[in-house]
Structures are given as structure tokens and as C-alpha cells.
């Protein structure tokens, strides 16, 4: 049973653009979610991070939304550049024990068309 | 400062033999975890390594196991190998247990291949 769940494994944007990316969660325990990037042949990176208590999170080009309600998070990339090209996972934590750590969506590959 | 550290990056193994996948965490790290990635799965949690001691398990099979030493590197062992055990196998660390940021600083994978 997957608790958190990227449906779109693809998506193509053309340079400029805005890109959305989505996530949803099932457990409504999570506290703290956050998006790593990962280009090929190298590990995940921290890009952006929401506690629960808040709604949006801006970083630069990059925007992460909170709906709690519908336990769901977007992250927006606006505007979309060729190297923002790569796998996107949604990642959730838990309030505390062994909960705490993260649990990861299964990714999406966004490409950027120049 | 020196990110973390993954080896071997590659490796092929057959089916039944046994695997040690090594990790040095980014220096004054104390914790480690390690992930399974496989196309489709997204990064699944194995176990996490705090001060030499399992701080949280996944859900995966006995054959998958670890350890940490004095010095925070950490190992994981995988015994009796099974084709699904084809994976990028991911360490990463963080300062402190419990992921108190979220954080976690990755390495590159070590690519285990199951013939």
C-alpha cells in the first residue's frame, strides 16, 4: 500500500513554461513533505521542503503547495529551464518513532523541451 | 567537505550468492539510511543506522541486513541473492536520527545487477 503516490510518471514542458508537479498522501500523519530531484547516475537532492502547518513554501523558481484537506502537494517550477530535466520524488514524514522516516513516491521524469 | 561516499558503483552478481554494498557518510553525519530504487517503486526504505545501533527497519525480507562502525560508515549485506534484488541501491545521511529537517544527503547508488 503505497502512502504516498505519484501518478504521473512523465511529463514534458517546453522550456519557459511552467512546470506542476503532483503528489498525494494517504496518511494524514505526516508532518513535514519534501521534494528531491535526481539526474541520472547520481543520488537524489534536496530541492524544497513544507511543514504541515503552512500551505505554500517559495524557493527562487521553485513553489511547493499544501492542500491538507485533499492530502495533496504540487511542486511548480516557473519558469521551466532544459536543466531542471529530471526524476522528481515527493517525500513524506511521519510525526514520530519509527514514523519519522521518510517515505518516497515512486517519481516523476520531467523534461524540459528547449 | 566530501559528500557521501557509495562502493562499489557497480556490481554483477548470480542468483544465491551474497552482496556487501559499503557507505561513508558526509563527515560529522551520524546517521545513515539506506534506500532500494527500482523503476516504478520510487525509494524504498531498508533500515536506519544511528551511533552503531538500527534506529528503524523496513519492510524487507531477513536477507537484507547492515551495521554501522565507530566511525559511521556503514555496510549492508544482502544473502541468498534473488533476481528482484536487481536494484540502485541508495545510502544517504544526516546529522541527527530522525530526520529532524527531513534532510537527507545521498550518495550515488551503488547498481547491483542479479543474472
Known amino acids: 500500500d503505497q502512502q504516498v503516490k505519484q501518478n504521473s510518471p512523465s511529463l514534458s514542458v517546453q522550456e519557459g513554461r511552467i512546470s506542476i508537479l503532483n503528489c498525494d498522501y494517504t496518511n494524514s500523519m505526516f508532518d513535514y513533505f519534501l521534494w528531491y530531484k535526481k539526474y541520472p547516475a547520481e543520488g537524489p537532492t534536496f530541492l524544497i521542503s513544507?511543514?504541515?502547518?503552512?500551505d505554500k513554501n517559495e524557493d527562487g523558481r521553485f513553489t511547493v503547495f499544501l492542500n491538507k484537506s485533499a492530502k495533496h502537494l504540487s511542486l511548480h517550477i516557473v519558469p521551466s529551464q532544459p536543466g531542471d530535466s529530471a526524476v522528481y520524488f515527493c517525500a513524506a514524514r511521519g510525526r514520530s518513532g519509527s514514523a519519522r522516516q521518510l517515505t518516497f513516491g515512486s517519481g516523476t521524469q520531467l523534461t524540459v523541451l528547449p | 567537505k566530501a559528500g557521501v561516499t557509495q562502493t562499489p558503483r557497480y556490481l554483477i552478481k548470480t542468483r544465491g550468492q551474497q552482496v556487501t554494498l559499503s557507505c561513508s557518510p558526509i563527515?560529522?553525519?551520524?546517521?545513515v539510511s539506506w534506500y532500494q530504487q527500482t523503476p516504478g517503486q520510487g525509494l524504498q526504505f531498508l533500515f536506519e543506522y544511528f551511533s552503531e545501533t538500527q534506529r528503524n527497519k523496513g519492510n524487507f525480507p531477513g536477507r537484507f541486513s547492515g551495521r554501522q562502525f565507530s566511525n559511521s560508515r556503514s555496510e549492508m549485506n544482502v544473502s541468498t541473492l534473488e533476481l528482484g534484488d536487481s536494484a540502485l541501491y541508495l545510502c544517504a545521511s544526516s546529522l541527527g536520527s530522525g530526520f529532524h529537517t527531513g534532510e537527507l544527503f545521498f550518495g550515488e547508488g551503488s547498481r547491483l545487477t542479479v543474472l
Open positions: 563527515s560529522g553525519h551520524r546517521s
Open positions: 513544507i511543514s504541515s502547518i503552512k
